[in-house]
């Protein structure tokens, strides 16, 4: 049987025939594309590398079990600084995380392609890409004048504002890639669609959407601008109802890196270690479950 002209595959040119100037283009392309990743590259490790030799020296028992010092005393750590980073952190995940992912779910499942979810798709955007300093500044507007004082609340509130665009974005884009077959089977059962949403598509996107939340966990953990109009900080132990300074990691980073002290650098430099580190450990977490463990 011999195979028609319409069915034979096309021969592709052989990289011989290709002109010199092309071949001398391509090459350059691969050098210039190959250089600048290095120095990426380069620059990533560099910082890890000052961020591991300087953070380590600062790092003690101390570090973890003691109170910031004040000015010019010796000693003490971060213990307040962390515990109060993990309380921000965690109230803000918990803010942003109930209204990101039914925003996303809104999005994905009921407006889809109507003008109210292009407009909210718009400005999710733009909140995607606002500097957290202005977030600062609304929050400090709306929430720290009118109470009275910086609080914890507020900085909560800052840092769930900056989390909820992630969330919508990742919410909403691993719902859409749950099969419509699953939607149509459950419809078929007769069950309504609230139903089909948080008993099919929302198990079905499950590990995706944890994934969003751990992303825009990382996200927050690190913000600074914002908690110095919300939360501000504070040298000893915050108060359990979270009202007045709350001390957190970021904003004392800030403050013990620009100090003449040079226990305080130290101290900055480790709490950044500390920063790093968690940040890259929630980073391989997310990557893990969107892998499914493999």
Known sequence: MTTSPTTRPLPHAPWGRVRQSRRTADKAMRIIAAGFTFIAIFVLFWILGMLIVKGIGGLSVATFTQTM??????????????????????????????????????????????????????????????????????????????????????????????????????TEDMLRLVPGSLREAGSALGAPPSVVI???????????????????????????????????????????????GVSNLPVTIYQFASAPYENWQELAWAGSLIITVSILVLSIIARRIVRGGK
């Open 198 to 244: 948080t008993s099919i598509t929302w198990r079905a996107a499950k590990s995706g959407m944890v994934t969003g939340i751990l992303l825009a966990l990382a996200r927050i953990a690190g913000e600074t601008a914002p908690l110095i109009f919300t939360a501000l900080n504070n040298n000893f132990w915050f108060s359990p109802n979270l009202w007045g």
């Open 69 to 170: 010092p004040g000015p010019g005393s010796e000693g003490g750590g971060l213990a307040n600084a962390l515990v109060g980073s993990v309380v921000l952190t965690f109230l803000g995940i918990a803010v942003a995380t109930p209204i990101g992912v039914l925003a996303g779910t809104y999005l994905a499942e009921y407006g889809k392609g109507s003008k109210l979810a292009d407009l909210i798709r718009f400005i999710n955007d733009i909140l995607l890409s606002a500097p957290s300093i202005l977030i600062g500044l609304f929050v400090y507007v709306i929430m720290v004048e009118p109470l009275g004082g910086y609080s914890g609340w507020a900085g909560g509130v800052a840092l769930g504002i900056i989390a909820i665009p992630v969330i919508v974005r990742t």
